[in-house]
């Protein structure tokens, strides 16, 4: 395999596909991060496995549809079940939080120790750290390969996931812009109360799911909460304005990922070690070194 | 019962003493350069509009907030060393009332110097503690989970806790904030009956119309202060314009007929 | 088997592990009382997540020295040391930057978790099997555990249900209301990070036996099954101990049965099952209850 051929199939497209997550997670990362709703992101990641893994019993593969409305479907069933603890139950918020996305990931391992996945890279270790080094494109022989049809269409599918994920987040961010940006401001109880209510609400934890879904096959459940969490954070230490922010949210979700996947896989080598590292672990440690800097030097930090 | 403090009023130290006191978050100070003087066996009122720095004042003055600059002194000793003189009576809204917790276990919480960090709670602690929900009305709900009172009862356990300290200062923050009629006057009945045993008590207030009628002294405040002293001297229309910005209406209706 | 596994028939072995799981069970119960009750819940994730890095780094250090790098008190060191500065830094996220205690707990939870995850990847590339066996520190394995082991976990459930009960009603004055106790004279900063690390302890404790992954839900969610049947702070720590030491009781004893799967999702949800009853049943609090005196109201 040439050079080119080897960059192009064994780092260029998973580290796209690595990126496409980190920025797809950023957006509705940046708007729960100023809903301090920080934590329902950790809890839509517990509540994609048992969505996914539902979905695989249902259908018996692992296709893009029957994946997304598995996750989705698991995070409003979280998002009910959360409500109905707080309103019905009057537990606190985050307790509620974390009692349904416990068992939620609880039951999702289980079921998924039981289930059958030869065949299809779903296993537990893949559920919690990723498989991206393993996103390769292998029939890639060239620069020319990304004109050649037959050869695209042997692209991972987790590509042509990511970047639809990728691109229905844009657009929605978009769309609702207006309205998004206002809602951290609402002072309705329930947003007090870090509470996903009202359309805004459902529809940032749809987006959020969405994000989580397609990202799951790159960095796995719990490193997604990195990128919903590490860029934005990091962004909001640098401006006041809501535009700047999600720009740099960007800009450090893709740097996060780019360093985090390149470290991950030559910094070894460069160390003089044989093996490459896990790749979203290491893109999660960049993301929160990034927050560190910020943290130490941003123009924004003040408390 | 409680046992009264020396009648001594007039020499000896302020109950409480503030020199400069400057304290906030942020890069203005919410309260800067603020003296004062609260003599001891009296009752007096902390007002200003909102966002003149009260609670950040009294934050100060408890210890939950380190001051900038200036000092506090509780009969004449520095905060530290006489924290055992002093009760604190927070406002309502800063407690989650859905705690676990009965309204006894809440008024035992104000004999915690006596019972220590291990100390088991005996007879005598729980006689205690009845006695001071017996002052204020309260004995009846003692096994009462608090969620289940009313904003006015749950202020009088507050009260009562403080009275089981057994303290000489009293802080209270917007004592009568939300509460009825009735608790009103029950808790103002027993703060005069604290001052006659010689205690002292300086409370944030919010209802202006009440000032003459409740306390001896009043500290009127916006950011630093406006003025202090005896109601008949210090609780002026004039004072309370400066204060307020003049945003106030009816303001010769909150000050008595004599002072002008 | 069943059976045999809940009336404690299996073996010495066996037993000392399920009552170990009991054991953690109980501490886990009390000492989460006290996270929940200050609204602190998710507290115990971050925590729980923070302790990877330290576990595998222990792992690498006792190896380098020629130990057993499987050895639990050093890898619970590990875990401790990497854990406590987990906290450290959301302290310091939250004192010195602009954002909320949420973000704090979600970066230092995703970061930590994914530098333990390279880490652990690095030790896989060592000569082969010597990782084999850190993985159970994820979701819990009881099945794989040594009867040294499960004396260390119980003796330190033992040592942090001890502190839990001596702290207990100090936590409890400084969690309903932590103005007053600061202005009675109560620490309050020293007493919120006494129970912090008691959470810690049963965190690091609690490693083999559910896992980092799932132990919040086992300090949290007996302490919210508790709540709704008494209104005694003292009582909610008592009864969640006891649903806590029910879970890692049943837990470990249907993990017996299925020593393929891992333990912690099986306590967790037992433990998730015991809330559900709760949630439902619970005299005056329970749902049932309350449609009842709605409905009677109407």
């Known amino acids: 395999m040439t050079g080119a051929a080897e960059f192009l199939g064994f780092t260029l497209v998973p580290m796209l596909i690595g990126t496409l997550a980190a920025m797809a997670c950023a957006v509705p990362g940046v708007f729960l991060l100023l809903r301090r709703q920080a934590l329902l992101g950790d809890a839509i990641s517990h509540t994609v496995l048992p969505g996914i893994v539902v979905a695989f019993l249902l259908t018996g593969r692992i296709a893009t549809l029957p994946m997304l409305l598995g996750a989705a479907g698991a995070a409003i069933v979280a998002v009910l079940l959360i409500q109905l603890l707080v309103r019905a139950g009057r537990v606190e918020p985050g307790t509620a939080m974390g009692t349904v996305f416990s068992a939620m990931f609880a039951a999702g391992v289980l079921l998924l120790e039981r289930t059958d996945t030869a065949g299809v890279h779903l296993d537990v270790r893949h559920a919690l750290m990723g498989s991206l080094e393993s996103l390769v494109w292998l029939e890639a022989e060239g620069w020319h390969s990304l004109f050649d049809p037959d050869a695209l269409s042997t692209l991972p599918p987790e590509f042509g996931r990511m970047a639809l994920a990728a691109l229905v987040i844009g657009a929605w961010a978009a769309l609702f812009w207006r309205a998004l940006a206002i809602s951290p401001f609402d002072a309705g109880f329930a947003a007090v109360l870090g509470l996903p209510v009202g359309a805004i609400g459902l529809g940032l934890t749809l987006a959020a799911a969405l994000a989580a879904v397609a990202a799951f096959d790159a960095v796995g459940s719990i490193l997604v909460i990195a990128m919903f969490v590490c860029p934005p954070a990091a962004a909001r230490l640098m401006t006041e304005r809501l535009g700047a922010m999600l720009g740099w949210s960007l800009v450090f979700a893709a740097a996060s990922a780019i360093l985090g996947f390149l470290l991950a896989g030559y910094g070894p080598l460069w160390l003089g070690f044989p093996s490459s590292v896990s790749a979203a672990g290491m893109i999660a440690t960049v993301s929160g070194l990034i927050l560190g800097l910020a943290a130490l030097l941003g123009p924004a930090r003040g408390a | 019962m409680v046992s009264a403090v020396s009648p001594d009023r007039q020499s000896g130290p302020a109950a409480l003493g503030l020199r400069g006191l400057t304290a906030g978050y942020g890069a203005e100070p919410a309260i800067e350069g603020i003296d004062a003087a609260f003599p001891a066996g009296t009752m007096s009122a902390i007002v200003g509009p909102n966002g003149a720095g009260k609670s950040t004042l009294i934050k100060t003055i408890i210890g939950a907030l380190k001051p900038v600059a200036g000092q506090v002194e509780v009969f004449g000793q520095p905060l530290a060393r006489s924290r055992d003189r002093l009760a604190y009576v927070p406002q309502r809204a800063s407690v989650d009332w859905d705690f676990p917790t009965r309204v006894i276990d809440v008024v035992t919480m104000g004999l915690w110097r006596d019972l220590g960090l291990f100390g088991r709670v005996r007879a005598r602690h729980r006689t205690r503690a009845m006695e001071c929900l017996g002052l204020v009305s309260m004995a009846d709900f003692a096994d009462r989970q608090i969620g289940q009172l009313s904003g006015g009862q749950q202020q009088r356990v507050f009260l009562a806790r403080a009275l089981a300290q057994g303290a000489d200062l009293y802080l209270l923050d917007e004592p009568f904030a939300g509460v009825d009629a009735a608790t009103e006057a029950a808790i103002i009945a027993v703060l005069h009956r604290l001052r006659a045993e010689g205690r002292t008590l300086v409370a944030v207030h919010h209802d202006l119309s009440t000032v003459a009628a409740y306390f001896d002294r009043v500290l009127i405040l916006n950011r630093r202060k406006v003025t202090e002293g005896p109601v008949a001297q210090a609780f002026t229309e004039a004072a309370l314009a400066r204060a307020y910005g003049g945003r106030l209406h009816g303001l010769s209706a909150m000050v008595p007929a004599a002072a002008e | ?298």
Do not use: C
Not at chain 3, 190 to 201: E, I, P, Q, S
Not at chain 3, 230 to 249: I, N, P, Q
């Open chain 3, 1 to 298: 088997m069943l059976g045999q596994a809940l009336a404690l028939g299996l073996g010495y072995n066996a037993t000392l592990v399920t009552l170990g799981a009991a054991g953690l069970g109980f501490a886990a119960g009390m000492t989460g009382t006290f996270l929940v009750l200050r609204g602190r819940a998710l507290l115990g994730d971050a925590i729980g997540h923070a302790t990877l890095p330290g576990i595998v780094a222990a792992f690498l250090v006792m190896v380098a020295l020629g130990a057993d790098g499987r050895a639990l008190p050093g890898l619970m060191l590990g875990a401790a040391l990497s854990a406590a500065l987990g906290v450290w830094v959301m302290g310091w996220v939250t004192r010195r930057t602009r954002l909320g205690e949420d973000a704090a707990i979600g970066a230092v939870l995703s970061v930590f978790f994914g530098a333990g995850v390279v880490l652990l990847t690095v030790v896989q590339s060592l000569p082969a099997g010597r990782g084999a066996g850190l993985e159970t520190m994820l979701l819990g394995a009881t099945a794989s555990m040594l009867r040294q082991e499960a004396y260390l976990i119980l003796a330190g459930a033992a040592v942090a249900s001890l502190a839990a009960l001596a702290l207990g009603r100090t936590m409890l004055w400084t969690a309903f209301d932590p103005a007053f106790a600061q202005a009675a004279g109560i620490p309050v900063r020293r007493v919120d990070r006494a129970a912090t690390a008691l959470a810690l302890a049963v965190t690091v404790i609690g490693l083999k036996v559910v896992g980092l992954i799932l132990i919040v839900a086992l300090l949290i969610v007996p302490a919210a099954a508790a709540r709704f049947w008494t209104d005694r702070g003292g009582h909610v720590a008592a009864l969640a101990g006891l649903f806590g030491a029910l879970s890692g009781y049943l837990g470990a004893a249907i993990s017996a049965t299925a020593p393929a799967l891992p333990t912690g999702p099986i306590v967790v949800l037992v433990a998730v099952a015991i809330f559900a009853l709760s949630l439902v049943f619970a005299p005056r609090r329970g749902m049932l209850s309350r449609a009842a005196r709605a409905r009677g109201a109407a």
